[in-house]
């Protein structure tokens, strides 16, 4: 019988915890929040809302706005592998002129850092 020997590193596992991936994420998670939180006070994200509510959508006017709007959210955003959904995310609703999916991105990431 062999003696199991108790390390301290969590109740299931010998294997030492990953903190520089658990660092990581929460990095990412921190500059997805700050770049989307500077994003909310922007004029084409005010102009989106208003075109949303209006009902207005996939215009070309909607267009250039996503455009703009992802483009500074993809230039703040680091490209990571913890990064990699939020930045798939955002260049497909640019790319699909989307400015409902836009606001909503903008709005999860202000304020959780995370669409999950």
């Given at each position: 019988?062999?003696?199991q020997v108790f390390t301290?590193?969590?109740?299931f596992s010998n294997k030492?915890?990953?903190?520089?991936?658990?660092?990581?994420?929460?990095?990412?998670?921190?500059?997805?929040?700050?770049?989307?939180?500077?994003?909310?006070?922007?004029?084409?994200?005010?102009?989106?809302?208003?075109?949303?509510?209006?009902?207005?959508?996939?215009?070309?006017?909607?267009?250039?706005?996503?455009?703009?709007?992802?483009?500074?959210?993809?230039?703040?955003?680091?490209?990571?592998?913890?990064?990699?959904?939020?930045?798939?995310?955002?260049?497909?609703?640019?790319?699909?002129?989307?400015?409902?999916?836009?606001?909503?991105?903008?709005?999860?990431?202000?304020?959780?850092?995370?669409?999950?």
């Amino acid at each position: 019988m062999r003696m199991q020997v108790f390390t301290g590193y969590d109740h299931f596992s010998n294997k030492k915890p990953d903190i520089k991936g658990e660092q990581l994420a929460r990095s990412t998670k921190g500059i997805c929040k700050t770049v989307a939180q500077r994003e909310l006070g922007s004029e084409e994200l005010a102009r989106l809302a208003v075109l949303e509510a209006e009902g207005t959508r996939f215009t070309d006017e909607i267009g250039g706005l996503c455009e703009r709007v992802a483009t500074r959210m993809l230039a703040g955003i680091t490209n990571t592998t913890n990064a990699s959904m939020v930045r798939g995310l955002i260049a497909h609703a640019a790319h699909t002129n989307d400015g409902g999916e836009i606001l909503r991105i903008v709005n999860g990431l202000a304020l959780k850092g995370t669409l999950q």
